[in-house]
């Protein structure tokens, strides 16, 4: 089929500098809102998801419904697991066993409690530096227990809605009616523990009034989870269950698929609107030019020709508008902060979601263009040449 | 009685009674008939209507239309408003198809050509001058031209060829890289005449070509279009208002309700100007 020169779309472009710059808008528009939901999904899961522990499995208390907060085992578990669980990581005589707290508690601005907020804490020993290899002290140094110091995490001031400054190594926090100094910053991007402060275990411990853990995290070697399944089930004096990392972080994940559909939902409609407003410049711009369609075809032309013409046109602009849209995406939304209960979790614009975001800004181009391209084009000709 | 008594008796009258004169003459008569139809009638229209039905309303600008016309000729096509002029033109033209009756051009039925067949047809045998020559206006006065010839198996350099000469003949060479809004109504007609020329089509339709000039202007264009029917022999059909213009078309032909009015020739004019 003989088409219609490129030049013919791209000067076309210049007919209404008007419309061109409300259709690039209306894509860029849409591309961005695109890119905003893709991004809060994906980075939601992206911190739901210990990426560097595929091997970590978590022991909880038998019982504790898969809850964290709720799980409580004795601090001693952890040595017998150590010592009968075979097949668990091991460097330098140290195994891969991590007692941890995690507690959801209410820290103060000061003695008298002024401000408070609600801050997750995890209760640590040094072993859990080796089962989350992501997390990484970065300023400071590490909390020493027993002097009532804490490490706060990289998001951990979003989380608890402050400036980063007020948890900057040097200040303060105050729970159980204690001090607790600022001694370190930590990150573990992109994942939940970037949100929390790091608590030496005894002094969480003493601070929250127990005597047991909440888990233990675990990272394998070459055990298999079902290894550590039968054991928990062979063992079952020691009350525990296992759960995957992974698992367990799906399943609270699972929780939040409503707030993606939600997130989609509204992406989709706000986008619509832009489709819309875009589709009626094009309705105006083509409605413009049905005599010159028609000539066109008078002149032997086939529609299809015709239509590849307008659709060429119309991806120059939403091209344009999808490059505006993904580079305004990932100037203003990649690594922006998002508080939701779970924590605090970064936007992520990376390729997949960029890979989305242009799809969804080139298709918009091709369907856009079609309905009012259709209605110059399924007219006669005879009355196309009509037209005023 | 059988066909041969049939024929022997129909033949009795004649001197001779050769059967195989008899087979010869059918034979020169029908061959006959056809060279006749090939020379002769380019276009021909038989029984051609076109209705147009909108709502419950029915319009029939042509009903029952009957009219031959021989390649190489300039027909000027007159008549009041409405009388089913452009719808005529427009059948011919291939933009449009008859509701019933025939259309043959050459040895092809227009009217039951299908849609993507009749397009290829119009571009390798229509050209289209239009009343407001509807040039695109982001392309220059070159690539207007350029336009149809990009539905051909053509080289660049053979199109440069063509679309030079062609805005040559129309006297606008000088002009080639102009927008249409940069030219005069009369120039932009130049230059919808070489697109229309350009494909060097059997058939060139105008309507109304100088509806919209002044007449300086429109007698330029109507013996430009006369030099293209006589120098290069194309078929010209014209529709016009102006009974002055018809003195560069060969024949005249006069459509009223319906009915088609056949004036004689150049000397002839229009009935209003000679009641
Ligand atoms: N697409 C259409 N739908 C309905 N009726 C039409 C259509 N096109 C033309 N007609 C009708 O057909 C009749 C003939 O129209 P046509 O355009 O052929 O007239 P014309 O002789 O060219 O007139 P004019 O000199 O004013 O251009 C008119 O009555 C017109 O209203
Ligand atoms: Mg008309």
């Given at each position: 089929?003989?088409?219609?020169?490129?030049?013919?779309?791209?000067?076309?472009?210049?007919?209404?500098?008007?419309?061109?710059?409300?259709?690039?808008?209306?894509?860029?528009?849409?591309?961005?809102?695109?890119?905003?939901?893709?991004?809060f999904v994906r980075g939601m899961a992206n911190s739901l998801v210990n990426k560097s522990a595929g091997n970590n499995v978590i022991l909880m208390a038998a019982g504790s419904e898969e809850s964290l907060e709720r799980s409580q085992i004795p601090g001693s578990t952890a040595g017998i697991v150590a010592a009968s669980l075979p097949g668990i990581k091991n460097r330098f005589g140290v195994t891969y066993v991590s007692p941890e707290i995690h507690a959801a508690i209410?820290?103060?601005?000061?003695?008298?409690?002024?401000?408070?907020?609600h801050a997750v804490v995890r209760g640590f020993l040094p072993e859990a530096s080796l089962v989350h290899p992501r997390a990484s002290v970065?300023?400071?140094?590490m909390p020493k227990p027993g002097?009532?110091?804490i490490m706060v995490g990289g998001l951990a001031?979003?989380m608890?809605?402050?400036?980063?400054?007020?948890?900057?190594?040097?200040?303060?926090?105050?729970?159980?009616?204690?001090?607790?100094?600022?001694?370190g910053?930590f990150t573990a991007r992109g994942t939940v523990l970037d949100c929390e402060i790091w608590v030496p275990l005894t002094d969480l411990q003493v601070a929250t009034k127990r005597e047991t853990v909440s888990c233990l995290v675990v990272t394998l070697d070459d055990a298999e989870f079902a290894d550590v399944d039968a054991f928990t089930k062979q063992r079952f004096d020691l009350g525990l269950t296992a759960i995957s990392e992974t698992d367990y972080y799906a399943s609270i994940m699972k929780f939040y698929q409503p707030v993606h559909a939600?997130?989609?939902?509204?992406?989709?409609?706000?986008?619509?609107?832009?489709?819309?407003?875009?589709?009626?410049?094009?309705?105006?711009?083509?409605?413009?030019?049905?005599?010159?369609?028609?000539?066109?075809?008078?002149?032997?032309?086939?529609?299809?020709?015709?239509?590849?013409?307008?659709?060429?046109?119309?991806?120059?602009?939403?091209?344009?508008?999808?490059?505006?849209?993904?580079?305004?995406?990932?100037?203003?939304?990649?690594?922006?902060?998002?508080?939701f209960s779970m924590g605090v979790f970064q936007?992520v614009?990376d390729?997949r979601?960029?890979?989305?975001?242009?799809?969804?800004?080139?298709?918009?181009?091709?369907?856009?263009?079609?309905?009012?391209?259709?209605?110059?084009?399924?007219?006669?000709?005879?009355?196309?040449?009509?037209?005023? | 009685?059988?066909?041969?008594?049939?024929?022997?008796?129909?033949?009795?009258?004649?001197?001779?009674?050769?059967?195989?004169?008899?087979?010869?003459?059918?034979?020169?008569?029908?061959?006959?008939?056809?060279?006749?139809?090939?020379?002769?009638?380019?276009?021909?229209?038989?029984?051609?209507?076109?209705?147009?039905?909108?709502?419950?309303?029915?319009?029939?600008?042509?009903?029952?239309?009957?009219?031959?016309?021989?390649?190489?000729?300039?027909?000027?096509?007159?008549?009041?408003?409405?009388?089913?002029?452009?719808?005529?033109?427009?059948?011919?033209?291939?933009?449009?198809?008859?509701?019933?009756?025939?259309?043959?051009?050459?040895?092809?039925?227009?009217?039951?050509?299908?849609?993507?067949?009749?397009?290829?047809?119009?571009?390798?045998?229509?050209?289209?001058?239009?009343?407001?020559?509807?040039?695109?206006?982001?392309?220059?006065?070159?690539?207007?031209?350029?336009?149809?010839?990009?539905?051909?198996?053509?080289?660049?350099?053979?199109?440069?060829?063509?679309?030079?000469?062609?805005?040559?003949?129309?006297?606008?060479?000088?002009?080639?890289?102009?927008?249409?809004?940069?030219?005069?109504?009369?120039?932009?007609?130049?230059?919808?005449?070489?697109?229309?020329?350009?494909?060097?089509?059997?058939?060139?339709?105008?309507?109304?070509?100088?509806?919209?000039?002044?007449?300086?202007?429109?007698?330029?264009?109507?013996?430009?279009?006369?030099?293209?029917?006589?120098?290069?022999?194309?078929?010209?059909?014209?529709?016009?208002?102006?009974?002055?213009?018809?003195?560069?078309?060969?024949?005249?032909?006069?459509?009223?309700?319906?009915?088609?009015?056949?004036?004689?020739?150049?000397?002839?004019?229009?009935?209003?100007?000679?009641?």
């Open positions: 089929m003989r088409l219609l020169p490129f030049d013919y779309a791209v000067r076309n472009l210049g007919r209404s500098r008007t419309r061109l710059v409300l259709t690039i808008m209306a894509s860029a528009l849409v591309v961005l809102l695109v890119l905003t939901a893709a991004a209410i820290v103060k601005d000061d003695k008298e409690g002024s401000r408070s907020w970065i300023q400071g140094r002097k009532d110091e001031a979003e608890m809605g402050v400036p980063d400054s007020r948890v900057a190594i040097g200040q303060s926090l105050w729970f159980d009616n204690r001090r607790w100094n600022v001694v910053r939600m997130v989609w939902t509204t992406a989709f409609l706000i986008g619509l609107t832009g489709l819309f407003g875009g589709l009626n410049t094009m309705y105006a711009a083509f409605a413009a030019r049905v005599r010159e369609l028609g000539m066109l075809q008078s002149l032997g032309f086939p529609r299809r020709a015709i239509m590849i013409s307008i659709i060429q046109e119309s991806l120059l602009t939403s091209a344009t508008g999808t490059l505006i849209g993904s580079m305004l995406g990932m100037l203003l939304l990649n690594g922006r902060a998002v508080k936007l614009v390729y979601v960029l890979l989305l975001g242009v799809a969804a800004g080139l298709i918009m181009g091709v369907l856009g263009a079609m309905p009012p391209a259709w209605r110059c084009l399924r007219l006669p000709i005879i009355e196309a040449l009509k037209a005023s | 009685m059988t066909d041969e008594a049939l024929v022997t008796n129909r033949n009795s009258d004649t001197p001779s009674t050769d059967r195989t004169d008899v087979f010869l003459a059918i034979t020169v008569t029908a061959l006959c008939a056809n060279l006749w139809r090939f020379f002769m009638a380019y276009i021909e229209c038989r029984n051609l209507t076109r209705t147009y039905t909108k709502a419950s309303t029915t319009i029939t600008p042509l009903d029952g239309l009957d009219l031959d016309i021989e390649e190489g000729s300039f027909v000027a096509l007159m008549g009041p408003s409405g009388s089913g002029k452009t719808t005529l033109l427009n059948l011919i033209a291939g933009i449009d198809s008859p509701t019933s009756g025939s259309l043959m051009m050459g040895a092809v039925d227009v009217g039951k050509l299908s849609r993507s067949k009749l397009a290829l047809w119009r571009s390798v045998n229509i050209g289209y001058i239009f009343q407001l020559y509807n040039l695109v206006p982001v392309l220059t006065a070159y690539e207007n031209v350029e336009l149809p010839l990009l539905l051909r198996n053509l080289s660049a350099k053979d199109r440069h060829k063509k679309v030079a000469a062609a805005l040559e003949l129309v006297g606008i060479d000088d002009r080639h890289d102009h927008f249409p809004r940069q030219l005069s109504g009369g120039q932009e007609q130049r230059v919808a005449i070489a697109r229309a020329i350009v494909t060097d089509p059997k058939i060139i339709v105008a309507d109304e070509p100088t509806g919209d000039l002044d007449r300086a202007s429109a007698a330029e264009i109507l013996s430009l279009l006369q030099q293209i029917n006589v120098e290069l022999g194309r078929t010209l059909i014209m529709v016009t208002h102006d009974p002055k213009t018809t003195k560069y078309a060969g024949r005249i032909l006069h459509l009223d309700k319906g009915r088609l009015l056949e004036l004689e020739s150049s000397t002839a004019s229009a009935p209003g100007i000679h009641p």
